[in-house]
């Protein structure tokens, strides 16, 4: 579990005290920094406007809730009935949900246990070895966070892959991932096994989506040229987590996700108009169905809305991104589409579409931007 920190009334005003004067402090700081430091207030970059809380209490008390799907895929060691068992759930749980929890993957739990604790031992090294490890630029490799609007998230992130475009061939840095990290020791080995076990998860599920889809098991992967990533995410405890916001609402902008959450509950996935947390299951990956999957499906799977509250707990997560080439050309498959079934979206480049996530007044949605027929 990690750290807890004071919780303060949500709405407690700023005060003297421990909390940060914003004025004299650098304007990069990173959160893990500012909370280190002892606040007992949330700084006011961090603060949402009312309409944009979330109290924990309220969304507790929305009564029970469904659970996302859980989807076995040991069930595919039968490529007679499991094997349809299992496509007929994935398109359900696509339909319904746009997400679900994914268990007996194939990635070895002392895998997933190692990279998790690389991941958060970073997080726990002093400021001055984490600085190391600086991003450079935004969306490329190390410790940075790309902060959109006035009001940040509450999280640190560590980019292990370089999302700009710019990457070196593995050949020519001699590892998986774009950035190499030499601290934590032992870190660097047990995030590369990760990423290529993760990376076989990902193409053997860009195979199973085809097939949900109707379509031969290449037909992904001839729509959208693979291309994988990894973004693991912080959120340090939080004296008044009423008032800010891990992640605001959202949806991811590659093909799909795949996530691997620590024990702390934080996720919620919009369902029906409401809320639904998605308490952790041990070793299970939740797979997310993301903006590039919903073109080329011509809006048969739906890309998922989801959030993330902040706490008095610290929690650490793992993000692995199923995502294609900045050049590469993103439309509706004309094998889904008919007389019938229109396209239901023009066709973008995708450096195109990235360009659009990074608008500071957009953050759910973004989708219909594209979409045919508004």
Not at 127 to 139: D, Q
Not at 164 to 176: I, L, Q, T, V
Not at 329 to 334: E, L, T
């Amino acid at each position: 579990m990690g750290r807890e920190v004071p919780r303060l009334a949500p709405g407690q005003e700023l005060q003297s005290g421990n909390s940060i004067d914003t004025a004299t402090k650098r304007p990069e700081e990173m959160l893990i920094s500012i909370v280190e430091s002892g606040i007992e207030q949330v700084p006011p970059e961090f603060i949402r406007p009312p309409h944009e809380r979330v109290s924990r209490l309220d969304s507790d008390s929305q009564g029970p809730h469904e659970q996302i799907p859980v989807i076995d895929l040991s069930m595919m060691d039968d490529e007679g009935a499991g094997k349809r068992q299992v496509l007929a759930e994935i398109v359900r749980a696509c339909e319904d949900w746009g997400c679900f929890h994914l268990i007996n993957h194939g990635v070895p739990a002392l895998v997933m246990d190692a990279a998790m604790k690389a991941t958060k031992g970073f997080f726990a090294l002093p400021a001055s070895e984490r600085e190391k490890y600086r991003m450079t630029k935004i969306g490329g490799k190390g410790y940075g966070q790309a902060y959109g609007g006035q009001t940040k998230d509450w999280n640190d992130r560590l980019f292990l892959t370089d999302f700009s475009g710019e990457e070196e061939p593995k050949s020519e840095r001699g590892a998986f991932f774009d950035l190499v990290l030499t601290n934590p020791p032992g870190a660097q080995e047990a995030l590369e096994t990760y990423g290529e076990a993760v990376y076989k998860l990902v193409q053997r599920t860009m195979v199973l989506v085809s097939e949900a889809l109707g379509q031969s098991p290449e037909f992904l992967s001839t729509e959208i040229p693979l291309r994988f990533g990894t973004i693991t995410n912080h959120y340090p405890p939080c004296p008044q987590p009423d008032l800010v916001l891990g992640l605001l609402p959202h949806e991811d902008g590659g093909i799909f996700t795949f996530l691997h959450q620590d024990e702390v509950l934080g996720l919620e996935v919009l369902k029906d108009e409401r809320w639904v947390p998605v308490p952790p299951i041990e070793h299970a990956f939740i797979f997310m169905v993301a903006d590039l999957l919903q073109i080329v499906g011509n809006d048969r799977f739906k890309s998922v809305t989801h959030r993330v509250l902040a706490g008095p707990i610290a929690r650490t997560v793992m993000a692995n991104f199923a995502v294609t080439g900045n050049d590469a050309v993103i439309q509706p498959a004309p094998e889904l589409c008919s007389d019938l079934e229109p396209p239901a979206f023009r066709s973008v480049v995708y450096k195109d579409y990235l360009k659009m996530l990074l608008r500071d007044d957009i953050h759910a949605k973004r989708l219909e931007a594209f979409r045919l027929g508004l």
